[in-house]
């Protein structure tokens, strides 16, 4: 199985200011047959079902505001935040859909400072 | 527009078998690239992903629940059950269904459509 692994665990940043989460995989997402990042991030709210902000590593969902963006290629990863709103308080999660057993990072709760 | 929604019980009792349905509408799970997965979320825990199935009916499990795991499409009726057999505490839960969709090449894409979920408890 391809571990996820996430950090920090949990961060508080201030309105406006960015918030960086990192997730590492135990082996290579990045497929060599079309160069894509086999890497999603999600934003999980309570009471909501997981929303898809970025997959490809680095494809903004649409509609997905654009202080969101995604890096990283391989084994390690970035989602940020470039000025937390808000309505950015969710834990994230990436999740690889590299192969079966698809798998989940362990999630990050982003809250205000 | 795409629409997931989950349904079953929300109380089974341990040892006893669980069958969710889920019911979709906007899209065809005939057509090439189309997939749908269950996820689940325990109380206070991360998503944890637990079954698959293809357009071409190419089904995936997690190997920690394969043994307790079905997944079934029914295309004429827009719905994918899972059935899971022998029922603990432990899968208290919220499930959700989620469609994937991309080149029928690759097989395996991100959720991009999510159901609302729904929470299922597991007490005596």
């Known amino acids: 199985d391809i571990v996820m692994t996430q950090s920090p665990d949990s961060l508080a940043v201030s309105l406006g200011e960015r918030a960086t989460i990192n997730c590492k995989s135990s082996?290579?997402?990045?497929?060599?047959?079309?160069?894509?990042?086999?890497l999603a991030w999600y934003q999980h709210k309570p009471g909501q079902p997981p929303k898809v902000l970025i997959h490809w590593a680095s494809t903004r969902e649409s509609g997905v505001p654009d202080r969101f963006s995604g890096s990283g290629s391989g084994t390690d990863f970035t989602l940020t935040i470039g000025s937390l709103q808000a309505e950015d308080v969710a834990v994230y999660y990436c999740?690889?859909?590299?192969?079966?057993?698809?798998?989940f990072g362990g999630g990050t709760k982003v809250e205000i400072k | 527009q795409i629409t997931l929604k989950e349904s079953g019980p929300t109380l089974v009792k341990p040892t006893q078998t669980l069958t969710l349905t889920c019911s979709f509408s906007g899209f065809s799970l005939n057509t090439p690239g189309v997939g749908v997965g269950w996820v689940r979320q325990p109380p206070g825990k991360a998503l944890e992903w637990l079954a698959f199935?293809?357009?071409?009916?190419?089904?995936r499990y997690s190997p920690s629940l394969e043994s307790r795991l079905t997944i079934i499409k029914d295309t004429s009726k827009n719905q994918v059950v899972l059935v899971m057999t022998n029922m603990d505490p432990v899968d208290t839960a919220t499930y959700y269904c989620a469609r994937s969709a991309g080149p029928p090449e690759s097989r395996l894409y991100h959720f991009d459509y999510w159901g609302q979920g729904t929470l299922l408890t597991v007490s005596s």
């Open positions: 999740q690889q859909y590299y192969t079966t057993p698809l798998t």
């Open positions: 199935i293809c357009w071409d009916d190419d089904k």
């Open positions: 082996q290579s997402v990045l497929y060599s047959s079309n160069n894509e990042n086999y």
